[in-house]
């Protein structure tokens, strides 16, 4: 089974709107991480938000913001005032256990292209 | 903030030779470093994971002769890829872990490095 699911292979959404994109995971650890990077052209792995799983409040790091709903598990990306800039692919990403345990790879969805039009 | 130096960014080498690539962790001591392979549009796949002065663990289905990897240094990690073929172009990446002491998130990415086999 996927343990991380990104539905939208692409996504359109018109400069200065707000936009939504979809993950959700798949995991019967009771800690994890969950990330958003953003890849564009140049093919850094840009970061963008964290939640963990025992976080009581939802992240925001500026125009980012993520929609976390454990009991559904999913960790919905929301980019509100879209600019120009933002057209690249995004990745939502899993940690299974705790950050400080032994070492776990990130676990990647598919990605999901986003084009911000003007 | 935590950086990890991959190079080369680009490399275009003859089917059959060699390519090195490096990561090296600037700023901290990366225990762990997780080398993920990328094919254009898709995901990003763990390839091994490698902890310094250890050998590295490689995932199903990664020939371990092929993609070698040394972690001989707290900030030194190398992938070379042997006597590469056209099918081993790719996007290369690695990400260091820093346990949550540098970032609060745990995990640094390098910058990548395209590889192209002619």
């Known amino acids: 089974a996927q343990k991380i699911t990104q539905t939208q292979p692409g996504m359109f959404v018109q400069e200065k709107e707000a936009v939504t994109l979809d993950c959700t995971y798949d995991t019967s650890d009771p800690s994890y991480g969950l990330f958003w990077y953003k890849q564009p052209s140049s093919g850094e792995m840009i970061f963008l938000i964290y939640?963990?799983?025992?976080?009581?409040q939802n992240a925001t790091e500026g125009r980012y913001s993520l929609n976390f709903q454990k009991a559904r598990k999913s960790a919905n990306l929301v980019i509100s005032a879209s600019q120009l800039g933002d057209s690249a692919m995004y990745f939502c990403a899993m940690r299974e256990g705790g950050l400080s345990g032994s070492a776990r790879q990130l676990t990647f969805g598919s990605g999901t292209q986003l084009t911000v039009l003007p | 903030g935590a950086v990890v130096s991959q190079h080369p960014s680009r490399v275009i080498c003859k089917s059959g030779t060699s390519v090195k690539i490096e990561c090296r962790s600037l700023?901290?001591?990366?225990?762990?470093m997780f080398w993920y392979r990328q094919f254009p549009k898709k995901s990003l796949m763990l390839m091994a994971t490698s902890n310094e002065g250890s050998k590295a663990t490689y995932e199903q289905g990664v020939e371990k002769d092929k993609f070698l990897i040394n972690h001989a240094s707290l900030t030194l990690s190398t992938l070379t890829v042997t006597s590469a073929h056209p099918e081993d172009s790719s996007f290369y990446i690695c990400s260091a872990r820093d346990r949550g002491r540098i970032t609060r998130y745990g995990y640094t990415f390098g910058s990548g490095t395209r590889l192209t086999v002619v």
């Open positions: 700023d901290f001591q990366a225990t762990t």
């Open positions: 939640q963990g799983s025992y976080d009581q």
